[in-house]
Structure formats: structure tokens, C-alpha cells
């Protein structure tokens, strides 16, 4: 089933964004490979990997007009990192 999204869509740039920004390290990838693709794969990629789009989309979990969660959301994870980072060290 095609994804309801297509390269030209509006809202695909802030998608593509947030997959960038909160995706990891495969999804970053694949977000520097739809960047340089053409129309025709950006489609394949989008349809490829609709839950990945839905998940960062409009209606997914990362969508948010309130900045303050998006704001906790990277300190929740920089403080997460600073404590296993020093756990490290101390071991």
C-alpha cells in the first residue's frame, strides 16, 4: 500500500527534520540518502519506510507545537548521557 506521503507534501520537510533530529543512526542515513535523491526515490524511500514517516510525522510522537517538550525531551536525553558517561569513568 503506497504511503500517503509524496516528496512534494508540505509537511514532509518538517518530517524529514525531526527524523534528522530525534531519528537514530540508520534513519539519519537514510534522511542524508533522501536529501540528495531525486523525486522518484525520495517516493521509494517514503514508501519504503512509511512507519518511519508516520512515526516522525504530523500525527507522531514527536510532533509537538509546545517547545518545552521538545526541549525536555534533549535534556532528558543529555542528562541520561552525562550519567552513563561518568558511570563510565568511574569504573
Request: net charge negative; no cysteine.
Amino acid at each position: 500500500m503506497p504511503n500517503k506521503f509524496t516528496p512534494a507534501d508540505p509537511v514532509i520537510e518538517a518530517t524529514v527534520q525531526r527524523i534528522e533530529t530525534f531519528g537514530g543512526s540508520f534513519a539519519k542515513q537514510l534522511m542524508a540518502a533522501y536529501r540528495t535523491a531525486d523525486i522518484d526515490n525520495k517516493q521509494r524511500i517514503i514508501d519504503a519506510f512509511d512507519d518511519l514517516f508516520d512515526k516522525y510525522g504530523p500525527n507522531g510522537i514527536f510532533e509537538s507545537e509546545d517547545e518545552s517538550v521538545h526541549s525536555w525531551i534533549r535534556s532528558s536525553a543529555y542528562d541520561m548521557l552525562s550519567f552513563l558517561s561518568i558511570r563510565k569513568q568511574i569504573n
